[in-house]
């Protein structure tokens, strides 16, 4: 086999002054597009994670709250239960009243 000269190889790519500048400022463009456009995607993902935490906590806060008030509600309802029975065996009138439940 014989060796090839230095002039034989052709490089697999290079610069040129045949590649017009509107190109690489295309390519160049684009790029920086690219890189623009990932890195408004990843603050929009964590501004959404954000948020998404937010909402997630108003949830356990709410959850809570309807614990708390529904507590409230029952106690009420009791009272209110003794006192119309107290007023039924004072007045002796109105029968007691039976609550489903």
Known sequence: MVPKKDDDVTPSWQWDRKVPVAIIGVALTQIVGAVWMF????????????????????????????????????????????????????HGELPPIHVPG
């Open 39 to 90: 890195s408004n995607l990843a603050a929009d993902s964590r501004d959404h994670d954000r948020r998404l935490q937010v909402l997630e906590n108003r949830s356990v806060e709410r959850t809570v709250e309807f614990s708390n008030i529904n507590d409230r509600l029952a106690r009420i309802e009791q009272r209110l239960l003794d006192l119309v029975e107290s007023i039924n065996i004072k």
